[in-house]
Every structure is written in structure tokens, then in C-alpha cells.
């Protein structure tokens, strides 16, 4: 029982530091990959496409910081299974959701002073929200497909995905307040990135050890 519980504590211990260093490295090259996007496009297309050139910028960013943190990932889940390179696909498409509901939630706070509740801005929060949920909720479909988990196990890593992304929110809108600016989002991510990291890998070690015991 001591070997398997060492065991689970390596595991959790290497998914959380290479989940940490692939948020951090992904956030810094996905940010300089969307900022040179925007550079070299905003100078190729006339003014009234800077914002479409924005959002392209931001999209490129999301899928190089997922394409990073799902090949660090990969390096543990390629131990239990197999073809699980799908998982780095998997990842990019589902970090572009959440980087850009995140980043709705991150605006339903912006200009909102200390004083003021931010109850009176209901209904922006609900929908931005609902969007991070939704997102959340996409991710743990995609990234069960990829790894091919049974329908226990799938739900289980859906479910962590949509309280591990909730809880993001409610930090968000009651203790990250007025956090705007272009490096607003990947900064957020990459504090947030050892809780992500610790309660995913929890949920990991549960859908490995049924794994095992099969």
C-alpha cells in the first residue's frame, strides 16, 4: 500500500510541475506568438480590420499555449495510455475556449470601482460564466475522447474540468477586480495554473488507479 501511495504521489507531484511549466511556457510563447501575428497582420490589412486582427492574434495565442501545455502533459498520461498524442490536439482546441471566456469574464470586472457591487453587473457575470462552464464542459469531452475513458471516468474529468474552471471565475469577479491589459489573461493562468494543476491531478491519479485495478 506504501509503494502505490509513493507511486501516486510522484505521479501527482511530475503533473503538477510540468502542468505549471507548460501554462508558464505556453502563456509566454503564445503571447509573443498572437502580439507578432497582430505586428505583421495589422500591417498587411487597413485600420478597420484591427479588431478581427485582435481576436486572430488572441486565437493563434490560445492554440500555441494549449499545443505547449497538452505536449507537457503528454509526457505523463503517455505512461497509462495509448494514442494519447490526440491529447495534445484535444488541449489546443479546448484552451482557446477557455482562454477566450476567461478572458469575457476578466471584462465583466473591468471598470467596476471597489465601492460599487459587482451584483449590479448580474447579468454580463451570468453569461460570461455560463460561457466559462460551457467551455470547461467542451474540454472534458474532448480531452475524454482523445484518452478513450470510459463513461465513469469521463465523467469524472468533466466534472473536475467545470469546478476547477468555476473556481477560476469566482476568484476572478470577487478577488482578481479590474484586471485588464493584453497580459492580463496568460498572468491570470499562470498563478492559477498550481490549482488547476493540483486538483486535476488528484482526478488523474483516480482514473489512473481504475486503470490499474482493471
Known sequence: MSDQNSLSVGVWGRWMLLTVIGVTLGGFFGTGVGLLAISIVSMLLPSSALPYVAYGGMVAAAVVAGVVIGIFQWFVLQRWFTNCLWWILASAVSW????????????????????????????????????????ALVMGILQSLALRFTPPQAALWIVM??????????????????????????????????????????????????????
Open 96 to 135: 482557446l475556449g477557455i482562454a477566450f471566456t476567461i478572458a469575457f469574464v476578466m471584462s465583466t470586472t473591468w471598470g467596476v470601482p471597489q465601492t460599487l457591487s459587482l451584483w449590479d453587473n448580474r447579468g454580463a457575470i451570468a453569461s460570461s460564466v455560463t460561457g466559462l462552464i460551457i467551455a
Open 161 to 214: 474540468n467545470i469546478v476547477v474552471f468555476l473556481i477560476a471565475a469566482i476568484i476572478i469577479i470577487f478577488a482578481v477586480r479590474n484586471l485588464a491589459g493584453i497580459y492580463s489573461l496568460p498572468v491570470f493562468l499562470v498563478a492559477y495554473s498550481p490549482i488547476y494543476a493540483a486538483i486535476s491531478g488528484v482526478t488523474l491519479i483516480r482514473v489512473q488507479n481504475s486503470i490499474t485495478v482493471k
